[in-house]
């Protein structure tokens, strides 16, 4: 079975700093992978995907990923945070018998002025 | 934002009493999923519809029915709710030709005393 391991639970960053949260699916097929972000008391919105093509995928607010299958990963990445940043970011990965996304438990990420 | 509204958007309710939460969405898409969310566990699928009247259980079905009697309403039953089962629950509907990407609801937050 699918599965996603999202390696950090809580990230603490300052503001303007680099972040990285890393995302690592387990799969030996083709797989289409996305992140989410969710701000607080909200639902899910998609920040990118990665369907084929490109392995760097990039978001409208300076948020990119970078698939790699041989890594098996798909870690999400912005050189400059803002507070506006904090939330809670899933990574997902289609594979589920039903044709449902996998999701990660999750990482929360705090910037910090 | 795609059109899916849940309701009610909280509720409160005690052990031992059923509780119907509802998705409703105006995109016509084919599929839609009930999650529940809860720390440190991401998002768990409990059932899933592919198509009016077609409907099958996911990752923690027990204690949980579905019903989808038209394209643009999918119902969440908990037969008996148990303390067990308060969680923040989501809505979501993909038009999934392989798989794209799902489009969630706002959340429904359900307290069981």
């Known amino acids: 079975a699918q599965s996603v391991t999202q390696l950090d639970s809580q990230v603490p960053v300052f503001e303007e700093a680099p972040v990285e949260l890393r995302c690592n699916y387990s799969?030996?097929?083709?797989?289409?992978l996305f992140w989410y972000v969710q701000y607080p008391n909200q639902g899910l919105q998609l920040l990118l995907k990665?369907?084929?093509?490109?392995?760097l995928v990039e978001s409208i607010n300076g948020f990119e990923a970078e698939f790699n299958k041989s890594q098996t990963s798909f870690h999400l990445r912005k050189p400059s945070v803002h507070i506006s940043d904090t939330a809670e970011y899933f990574c997902?990965?289609?594979?589920?018998?039903?044709?449902?996304?996998?999701f990660g438990k999750g990482t929360k990420l705090s910037v910090k002025p | 934002d795609a059109g899916i509204t849940q309701s009610p958007r909280h509720k409160v309710t005690e052990t031992g009493t059923p509780v119907t939460l509802r998705c409703h969405q105006t995109?016509?898409?084919?599929?839609m999923y009930w999650y529940r969310q809860d720390p440190g566990h991401g998002l768990r699928l409990i059932h899933y519809?592919?198509?009016?009247?077609?409907?099958d259980k996911g990752e923690v079905s027990d204690g949980y029915s579905v019903s989808r009697s038209k394209t643009e309403d999918f119902l969440l039953t908990l037969e008996s709710a148990t303390s067990s089962q308060t969680s923040v629950y989501f809505c979501?509907?993909?038009?999934?030709?392989?798989?794209?990407?799902?489009?969630f609801g706002q959340g429904t937050r359900l307290t069981v005393v």
């Open positions: 990665y369907l084929s093509g490109s392995t």
């Open positions: 997902a990965v289609t594979g589920g018998s039903q044709g449902n996304l996998i």
């Open positions: 995109e016509n898409h084919r599929y």
């Open positions: 519809s592919y198509g009016v009247k077609d409907t």
């Open positions: 799969s030996s097929v083709s797989v289409y």
């Open positions: 979501a509907i993909s038009s999934l030709d392989r798989v794209t990407e799902a489009f």
